[in-house]
């Protein structure tokens, strides 16, 4: 059975650093990619970055220059390093296994001072 579990939300002021976790069973992360999206009341889940299966990673243009992706094979763990938050990333953050509808449960990120 297929779970993924993201932790390391929370509340952090505006120009501070969160890292997120995605920790992964079931499934070999190392053979797929996974994505991470986010979510507000009201509004679709919008995809903001990710890491392919042979390593290479993305973000998209909202978060450039603040987030990346990185994994750790070994732990079966992605990780969303985010920096300079703003207050426009407060969301339910969730990684979901490329071209799959394994998702995970979400952890929320409250940027606010």
């Known amino acids: 059975q297929v779970r993924l579990v993201e932790s390391g939300g929370g509340l952090v002021q505006p120009g501070g650093s969160l890292r997120l976790s995605c920790s992964a069973s079931?499934?070999?992360?190392?053979?797929?990619?996974v994505d991470w999206y986010r979510q507000t009341p009201g509004s679709e889940r919008e995809m903001v970055a990710g890491?392919?299966?042979?390593?290479?990673?993305f973000t998209t243009d909202a978060v450039t220059g603040r987030f990346t992706v990185s994994r750790d094979t070994a732990e079966n763990t992605v990780f969303l390093h985010m920096d300079n938050l703003k207050t426009e990333d407060t969301a339910v953050y969730y990684c979901?296994?490329?071209?799959?509808?394994?998702w995970g449960q979400g952890t929320q990120v409250t940027v606010s001072s």
């Open positions: 979901k296994i490329r071209a799959s509808d394994y």
């Open positions: 079931g499934i070999d992360i190392s053979r797929y990619g």
């Open positions: 890491i392919l299966s042979l390593g290479n990673t």
